[in-house]
């Protein structure tokens, strides 16, 4: 009965959509937050106490960063300071050795795109140096796209190598779509990364 009910639902599911002519314009911004989280298989959450947080979310773009603290910045750092203290870990200075900390990054990629496109049979069938048919000419248009970036760092097993300490990322959550810059749904991106990552709970 169950199997059943569950095809019955998604044929439903397949009548609504082949009736709108584009589900994926008619999603609002705050519905177009999609929200990917992993994790290290093996670390063991229990054994870790506290945390610390940047103080300033690195800014990355392209082949350049930076440092910023402006609103949104201070908004999501708090957004996820609240988030770790309702698992169960204690919010402690970074001078305070604690036991994970938390990155914060605003990442984005511009990427420049061509396009190769068939002039118009308008001009005639052309067979000249271009080869076969019709000859083509190129258009360029750039493309950015942006995201938060969160990583947990194990700070109480740090590995030693030849150039210094490593720390594993144990933890990361990658927050993209069109409203990632809205102020107003910093608490619901901090809230629904969390959210989906119960094991990080250590009460």
Known sequence: MFKKASFLLLIIGFGLMSCSKDPISDLSNEESLVYITNHDQSANFAQYKTFSIVDSVLIVENNRAGASL???????LQ??????EAMGYKYVGRKENPDV?????????????????????????????????Y???YSYYETS???????????KNPKTTASGKTFNVIWDAQIRGAAIGDQKLVDKMADSIF?????????
């Open 70 to 76: 402006d609103d949104i910045d201070r908004a999501m």
């Open 101 to 133: 900390g938390i990155n914060v990054s605003w990442i984005t990629n511009t990427y420049l795109n061509v396009v190769s496109q068939p002039l118009s049979s308008y001009y005639g069938g052309y067979w000249g140096g271009y080869g076969y048919g």
């Open 135 to 137: 000859p083509s000419y």
């Open 145 to 155: 796209e942006s995201s938060w970036l969160i990583s947990m760092l194990d700070f």
């Open 195 to 203: 959210g989906q990552s119960g094991y990080l709970k250590i009460k």
């Open 79 to 84: 957004g996820l300071i609240k988030n770790m």
